[in-house]
């Protein structure tokens, strides 16, 4: 069955440090895959995505790394700032169908 | 810079009765999308809707959920006959390009059923 989960549930980081959130995934059928972030109150917002043929991608200040032999998928983020705590989802994307299955979720905690 | 907007904020109903949740999405898009979050959970994937019908659907969106695009700026999620377990944030996406492409998400509606 479709199944996108997380390692970790709450992850927390001082100020300036380096975060790494992790996700495992199932289904190898997807085409992308999405990091997005969610501030309380708020609906998700896109962070990065990666397509299924590339394993790294980088924005600013973040980077997601797909591995696709072990199902694993992992958003760094580089310089934690306190705007960066939130939860952040990564999220699974059939673009055949267009279906996106997101997973449990982590929340980041930056202490100042 | 523009959003998807979503109307009401907060909807309080009974069990039992018919709700119809609003949603705007941006103006050059052609996808739109519904989701709901149950508090503390995950987002869970309810349906997409393309060219006037739906691509493609959760098994959480039984015949009690419909969508429809009424006129050429409105999306809406009906559901028929709430039950408690209804109770959600329901979230609406659009994406200009369709799956695998950035969708962008409304503030949510949050929905209690009484």
């Known amino acids: 069955g479709e199944s996108v989960g997380l390692h970790l549930p709450t992850l927390s980081v001082q100020e300036g440090d380096n975060s790494i959130i992790n996700c495992a995934y199932s289904?190898?059928?997807?085409?992308?895959f999405i990091w997005y972030k969610q501030e309380s109150g708020k609906g998700p917002q896109f962070i990065i995505d990666?397509?299924?043929?590339?394993d790294k991608r980088q924005g600013q200040r973040v980077t997601v790394l797909l591995n696709k032999t072990v199902k694993h998928l992992s958003l760094q983020i580089a310089a934690t700032q306190p705007g960066d705590s939130a939860v952040y989802f990564c999220?699974?994307?059939?673009?055949?169908?267009?279906?996106?299955?997101f997973g449990a979720g982590t929340r980041l905690f930056v202490k100042a | 810079e523009p959003e998807v907007t979503q109307t009401p904020s907060h909807q309080v109903t009974q069990m039992g009765q018919e709700v119809i949740l609003r949603c705007v999405p941006i103006?050059?898009?052609?996808?739109f999308y519904w989701y709901r979050q149950i508090l503390g959970q995950k987002v869970e994937f309810l349906v997409s809707f393309y060219n006037n019908e739906i691509s493609e659907k959760s098994e959480i969106f039984d015949d009690q959920f419909s969508v429809e695009r009424p006129d050429g700026s409105n999306f809406t999620l009906k559901i028929r006959s709430t039950k408690l377990e209804d109770s959600a944030m329901y979230f609406c996406?659009?994406?200009?390009?369709?799956?695998?492409?950035?969708?962008?998400f409304g503030p949510g509606t949050r929905l209690t059923v009484t």
């Open positions: 103006s050059n898009h052609l996808y």
């Open positions: 996406a659009s994406s200009p390009l369709g799956a695998g492409y950035e969708q962008y």
């Open positions: 990666i397509r299924s043929n590339m």
């Open positions: 999220a699974e994307v059939y673009t055949g169908g267009f279906k996106t299955i």
């Open positions: 289904n190898s059928a997807s085409d992308y």
